[in-house]
């Protein structure tokens, strides 16, 4: 069974699970503006998403899951986390930036956009400024109304 997904708030769990799978630690600071959902088993954190949302839209990143425990759908559970919580928080469409695993995210049904058109508040994050590398790919996802509003 799947252990369920929290909020973490351990920064020295999240930096251990990020430098082994090779992401960028520079700006990470578990917060309001910056939150962390993560799984855990008995020997401590698998899997770790990041979420800052900024008015109607979000920059998901950090998307990781240790070596042992890939393939098996944990991702793509962190990620639906991750865009859940992004909604609830008003969140419309939802940006993220990777190097390596963007053939992931468009399984996920993320799509490329070029990154000058990204909006303002995504580029000015950090990760958008300057952490990740100019190699980096932005892909973008339309997020649907969160539940409560579906009726509406
Ligand atoms: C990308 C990552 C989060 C996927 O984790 P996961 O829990 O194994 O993912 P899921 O189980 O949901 O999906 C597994 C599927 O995705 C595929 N996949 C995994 N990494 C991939 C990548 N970088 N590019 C394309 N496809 C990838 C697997 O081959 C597998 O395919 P299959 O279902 O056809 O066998 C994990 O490989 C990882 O931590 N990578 C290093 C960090 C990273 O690149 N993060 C993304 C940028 S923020």
Redesign the pocket.
Known sequence: MTPPIAPIDELDDILAL?RA???PVADIAPGPAQQFFGLRDGLGLI?VV?LETMGAVGL????????A???????????AFGEARARAQGAEQLF?????????????GYRPMEKSKAPPAVQATAQFAGLCPASSVLLCKALGRPAADSSK
């Open positions: 990020l799978c090779d992401l899997g990041g998901l990143r950090s998307v990781a899951v240790a070596p425990y890939r393939s098996q759908g944990l991702a793509a559970q962190l990620v993220l930036l990777t190097t390596s695993a963007a053939d992931y995210f468009i399984r996920l």
